[in-house]
């Protein structure tokens, strides 16, 4: 039984995602009750599953798919970090996806693609060697691009097809790395550290280069971003599913394990890669800063935001010190809570109020009080304000800038602040001291949109205020640096 | 009865006014969310009375949370809180004003805030609660939503935001230097670390902003008058001492001492004379307030015992400054000329005290400070006093100037007793800890020396405080420094220049903005894989071949 948990977890999204295809495009209750009940029996299992690992125990399946070829999963400490978040994300975002859509047509194919995306994620982290990684990576990209497209309209197709332009070349680079890395070491398990003596460190210093293009593109580092704010033409919940469950989160945790589980901490400090991969990172976080002061769609400033948002992570893993990196993974979960909450409210502002640029926001908090105060809290937390996570986070990464010998990482969490304290406080402003335009409508009387909004939010307060203690993001973090999950 | 003063009571000054804070937001209170104001404050009251000292924790809340007393820290939450308890009696009359909801919850967050830096002992507990204290203050200046609150509550936010991130720098690099978040810890590892200057600068900027440290004070005499008169009180009573008693946790002794002192001093000096150009009577008195922290900031830097005495200095500013400010708003409420006398003379008499006129709680806090000082430390605080007495008497002018309310207020008696007891506080409150703080006794502070001392700078202040009522300065809109930054002017001509130069900085933010998106399409059009997929596609030739 214990052997099968890895397999029975990426089931619980994959059986429902075969079956959504074959339903009738009416047969909303049954399509329905299987994505929910999908989503809520992973989240059982996970529950279980995070008593069991916190009490040392690891689970491992072997699937042979080729002479030499396994696909190996496995339920580590680091692995359930990530399945915990996206699978509670899940739940929430096919709770909310059920309401957002009604009965609109062609929902058999969405949530298909959805569940199967979901499933491809939690390979992805489960997934044991660079083989399997690399799998459900491929089957995670092409999944996303029906999503992407959902809408077929011009602005949806395009986004789509920039989606792959962007995804292909970075996926050939990816598979260009491994192939090229284990051509010299043999397969490599993330549990052993592969022998790297035998390549020369200026190919070791290339294949790096090629994972983190292989991986950046995903976790839209610039200048690998352009395709994220343009999927901003797809519907709000593939948007939280791009932006906090799924496809950006993939991409940083790819970022992870190349450095701590292919690489190793030590070995990227010798070959001097990773100081770069922060600059590069810390760049992005700017850069994603500044663009998003520029936009005046909702969506958009948002996606902007996640640009610099997601390179904390990135920026956190580079730094290859305990606190940085403690301070990186707490963040993968912080910042799904908290960007998933503003994208949830994106959509609510959307459906309900018909407001989708930032001007549009007048007034609206005195209206739709709830998602409002979900929103306004969302932005506070991505400023970094306590007692949202956002505080935890930075506290981390600036003490990793410290211990990496990295001071000027203070400098760019203090600009990223300022920076998001400006794109964000002025739509606050707006939202709750601003009246609004006479033609102005707009209700929150759709529980199952705001419901998941609210329990986001209440996520991501959690996660700050109760930092310390062994539940939270921060704790579980602590516990996989102690356990030398990675190394 | 440990449990009612015990370990659990830091706990409970924090988290009840923080629940009642979360009452607010509830539709059966909103009508009456003023009602709660006064109830937020008696915790952290009792805690300041009755508390045991010791050390609290709560290893789960935020990075792990602990929470101290210790005589310094009572002196100054047993003051903030005993002034947030006056100040929510005198905010009473507010009820069922728009927006009341809104104040009061943040009133109340605020509040915590305040409490939790007098309370906080690890570097994180203390960024949180001065967060608190600093952001959710910007409700209470911008609470009459007027085009002039909103205009100090946009120069308070982004002064709040800039300080906000200094500290976090500067307590970030304390607490990697000290290699561990105990406050003690971190002022040691600040003096002995090489980083430690760059931290302490950080430092001084992010309290420097907070206790109006010129020249990093131009938020505050435009926020402070722009407040309701009751959050005004606290503004300059409680809030600014969240700053001051920052710089006294976290700076190494002497540690900037020369530039503290300057500063402090020009403060001193400069916002008092400043004050002179203000007709608002509570813009006068927030140039005070600048003025006084300005000396208190100087007697920081001074270091050794003059510095173990601020908190006492601190105590009597609190209780006087609020009251003065009460006084300014039971002044605009009356209307019987007998009322107004009653005002004035209650207003001259806690002036007097903040000028430090013999026997007056005002003086034995400066004669408290003195011993720890050099001579011409005691020079420039006898010196300050005079710009103290003038200012203050110009403040007295310009409230009795303040025109008459037509009808009384209901209540007034009631209105003017909150005051009334603040001043009293300032006036007693040095004399019942003046022996457990300075180690003197009462023959000391009631010698002749003292007295003269105290006396001689309010009588040279008076023949020019005297001509200045005849000939007065010519007056200018609040802001100063911030008023040079947008060209000279004042609100009632408009400013063309300021708008040129406005126009100018718009100009160059469209090109840069312009430049960043040109820049954006560049990089999109290199990444697509126009280029990408050939390079790679060779490359991987190559490999093969």
């Known amino acids: 039984m214990t052997a099968l948990l890895p397999v029975l977890i990426l089931l619980t999204s994959l059986v429902p995602a075969v079956i959504t295809f074959f339903l009738d495009q009416e047969s909303h209750l049954l399509r329905n009750a299987l994505s929910l009940g999908g989503a809520v029996l992973k989240v059982a299992l996970i529950v279980v599953m995070l008593f069991a690992v916190a009490g040392g125990a690891a689970y491992e399946t072997t699937i042979p798919l080729a002479p030499g070829l396994v696909l190996l999963l496995r339920i580590d400490a680091l692995a359930l970090l990530f399945v915990s978040l996206s699978a509670t994300l899940w739940l929430l975002t096919t709770i909310y996806a059920i309401a957002y859509f009604g009965t609109q047509p062609e929902l058999s194919r969405f949530f298909g693609f959805f569940s199967l995306c979901v499933a491809a994620t939690t390979g992805i982290a489960l997934s044991g060697s660079l083989i399997s990684f690399f799998i459900f990576f491929e089957l995670l990209t092409l999944s996303t691009w029906p999503l992407v497209a959902h809408k077929q309209d011009e602005a949806s197709l395009k986004a789509a097809r920039s989606y792959l332009l962007y995804a292909l070349p970075c996926s050939a680079a990816l598979l260009w790395a491994i192939v090229w890395l284990e051509s010299a070491t043999g397969p490599v398990l993330f549990t052993e550290p592969p022998d790297l003596d035998g390549l020369d460190p200026m190919s070791l210093r290339a294949i790096f280069a090629l994972f983190i293009l292989g991986f950046g593109m995903k976790a839209a580092i610039v200048p690998l971003h352009g395709w994220l704010p343009a999927a901003m033409a797809a519907p709000a919940p593939v948007s939280a599913l791009l932006h906090a469950v799924a496809v950006v989160k993939a991409g940083a945790f790819g970022v992870i394990r190349v450095i701590y589980d292919v690489f190793g901490a030590a070995r990227v400090a010798e070959l001097g890669v990773g100081i770069p991969l922060a600059v590069l990172a810390s760049a992005t976080i700017i850069w994603g800063s500044l663009r998003a002061l520029q936009q005046h769609d909702i969506k958009k400033r948002l996606a902007f935001s996640t640009v610099s948002q997601v390179s904390y992570i990135v920026l956190g893993a580079a730094l290859a010190g305990p606190y940085g990196m403690i301070g990186g993974l707490a963040h993968l979960v912080h910042q799904g809570l908290m960007k998933i909450t503003l994208f949830f409210c994106a959509g609510i502002y959307d459906v309900r109020a018909g407001v989708r640029s930032i001007a549009g926001l007048n007034g609206l908090g005195p209206r739709m009080p709830w998602t409002s105060t979900c929103f306004s809290l969302g932005a506070l937390g991505m400023i970094g304000l306590p007692p949202m996570a956002g505080f935890v986070s930075k506290i981390y990464l600036g003490i990793g800038g410290l211990e990496s010998g990295a001071p000027w990482v203070l400098a760019v969490l203090a600009a990223s602040t300022l920076l998001n304290a400006a794109y964000f406080l002025p739509l606050l402003y707006r939202l709750w001291f601003l009246e609004p335009s006479p033609d102005a409508t707009g209700d929150e009387n759709a529980p199952a949109l705001v419901v998941p909004a609210v329990i986001a939010t209440l996520g991501a307060l959690g996660a700050g205020v109760l930092a310390a203690s062994a539940v939270s993001p921060l704790g579980w973090a602590t516990l996989i640096a102690e356990r030398g999950d990675i190394r | 009865m440990m449990i009612w003063t015990g370990p659990l009571l830091p706990l409970a000054a924090l988290v009840w006014p923080f629940l009642l804070a979360a009452l607010t937001a509830l539709p059966a209170f909103r009508g009456r969310a003023v009602r709660l104001l006064p109830f937020a404050p008696l915790p952290a009251l009792w805690l300041a009375v009755a508390g045991v000292e010791g050390v609290t924790t709560a290893p789960g809340l935020l990075l792990g949370v602990t929470l101290g007393l210790d005589a310094a820290r009572r002196l100054l939450m047993g003051m903030t809180a005993a002034l947030w308890l006056i100040a929510g009696l005198a905010a009473q009359p507010m009820a069922g004003k728009p927006h009341t909801a809104v104040f009061s919850g943040f009133w109340c967050l605020t509040l915590t805030g305040n409490i939790g830096v007098f309370l906080a002992l690890d570097v994180v507990t203390f960024y949180v609660a001065f967060a608190a204290v600093s952001l959710a203050a910007w409700f209470l200046v911008v609470?009459?939503?007027?085009?002039?609150?909103?205009?100090?509550?946009?120069?308070?936010?982004?002064?709040?935001?800039?300080?906000?991130?200094?500290?976090?720098?500067?307590?970030?690099?304390?607490?990697?230097?000290?290699?561990?978040?105990?406050?003690?810890?971190?002022?040691?590892?600040?003096?002995?670390?090489?980083?430690?200057?760059?931290?302490?600068?950080?430092?001084?900027?992010?309290?420097?902003?907070?206790?109006?440290?010129?020249?990093?004070?131009?938020?505050?005499?435009?926020?402070?008058?722009?407040?309701?008169?009751?959050?005004?009180?606290?503004?300059?009573?409680?809030?600014?001492?969240?700053?001051?008693?920052?710089?006294?946790?976290?700076?190494?002794?002497?540690?900037?001492?020369?530039?503290?002192?300057?500063?402090?001093?020009?403060?001193?000096?400069?916002?008092?004379?400043w004050g002179l150009t203000q007709s608002n009577p509570k813009a006068v008195l927030a140039y005070s307030t600048v003025s006084?922290?300005?000396?208190?900031?100087?007697?920081?830097?001074?270091?050794?015992?003059?510095?173990?005495?601020?908190?006492?200095?601190?105590?009597?500013?609190?209780?006087?400054?609020?009251?003065?400010?009460?006084?300014?708003?039971?002044?605009?409420?009356?209307?019987?000329?007998?009322?107004?006398?009653?005002?004035?003379?209650?207003?001259?008499?806690?002036?007097?005290?903040?000028?430090?006129?013999?026997?007056?709680?005002?003086?034995?806090?400066?004669?408290?400070?003195?011993?720890?000082?050099?001579?011409?430390?005691?020079?420039?605080?006898?010196?300050?006093?005079?710009?103290?007495?003038?200012?203050?008497?110009?403040?007295?002018?310009?409230?009795?100037?303040?025109?008459?309310?037509?009808?009384?207020?209901?209540?007034?008696?009631?209105?003017?007793?909150?005051?009334?007891?603040?001043?009293?506080?300032?006036?007693?409150?040095?004399?019942?800890?003046?022996?457990?703080?300075?180690?003197?006794?009462?023959?000391?502070?009631?010698?002749?020396?003292?007295?003269?001392?105290?006396?001689?700078?309010?009588?040279?202040?008076?023949?020019?405080?005297?001509?200045?009522?005849?000939?007065?300065?010519?007056?200018?809109?609040?802001?100063?420094?911030?008023?040079?930054?947008?060209?000279?002017?004042?609100?009632?001509?408009?400013?063309?220049?300021?708008?040129?130069?406005?126009?100018?900085?718009?100009?160059?933010?469209?090109?840069?903005?312009?430049?960043?998106?040109?820049?954006?399409?560049?990089?999109?059009?290199?990444?697509?894989?126009?280029?990408?997929?050939?390079?790679?596609?060779?490359?991987?030739?190559?490999?093969?071949?």
Request: glycine fraction near 10%.
């Open chain 2, 292 to 545: 006084q922290m300005g000396l208190m900031v100087m007697l920081v830097g001074a270091g050794g015992a003059a510095r173990e005495t601020v908190p006492f200095l601190a105590l009597h500013h609190g209780f006087a400054k609020g009251a003065l400010f009460l006084l300014v708003g039971a002044m605009l409420a009356a209307s019987d000329r007998r009322h107004r006398m009653l005002c004035l003379a209650f207003a001259a008499a806690v002036s007097a005290s903040v000028a430090g006129f013999p026997f007056t709680g005002g003086a034995l806090a400066k004669a408290a400070v003195k011993p720890g000082l050099t001579d011409a430390a005691t020079l420039a605080l006898s010196l300050s006093s005079v710009a103290t007495s003038i200012i203050l008497v110009w403040f007295l002018f310009r409230l009795w100037l303040l025109p008459n309310a037509g009808k009384t207020a209901t209540h007034w008696p009631l209105r003017l007793s909150l005051p009334v007891v603040a001043g009293g506080l300032a006036f007693a409150g040095p004399w019942l800890f003046w022996q457990s703080w300075t180690g003197h006794d009462f023959v000391y502070a009631l010698a002749m020396k003292p007295v003269i001392d105290a006396l001689w700078p309010v009588a040279v202040a008076l023949p020019p405080a005297l001509a200045l009522l005849r000939w007065s300065l010519p007056q200018r809109p609040p802001g100063d420094l911030l008023l040079l930054l947008q060209g000279w002017g004042t609100l009632s001509i408009p400013m063309p220049d300021l708008s040129l130069r406005w126009a100018g900085g718009r100009r160059l933010f469209d090109a840069l903005a312009l430049a960043i998106a040109r820049a954006e399409r560049g990089l999109l059009r290199w990444s697509l894989s126009s280029t990408l997929l050939p390079v790679l596609v060779l490359a991987m030739l190559a490999l093969l071949a």
């Open chain 2, 143 to 273: 609470h009459d939503r007027t085009e002039v609150a909103l205009r100090a509550g946009r120069v308070y936010i982004v002064t709040a935001l800039a300080g906000e991130v200094s500290l976090l720098v500067g307590l970030l690099i304390g607490a990697a230097a000290a290699g561990g978040v105990d406050i003690e810890g971190v002022r040691i590892a600040l003096g002995a670390s090489d980083a430690g200057p760059v931290a302490v600068a950080l430092l001084v900027t992010g309290f420097g902003i907070k206790v109006g440290l010129v020249p990093l004070h131009v938020w505050l005499p435009l926020a402070h008058p722009a407040a309701p008169v009751p959050a005004s009180a606290v503004l300059s009573g409680a809030i600014v001492k969240a700053g001051l008693f920052g710089m006294i946790l976290f700076l190494p002794d002497g540690a900037f001492g020369s530039v503290l002192m300057a500063l402090g001093l020009a403060g001193a000096f400069g916002a008092a004379l």
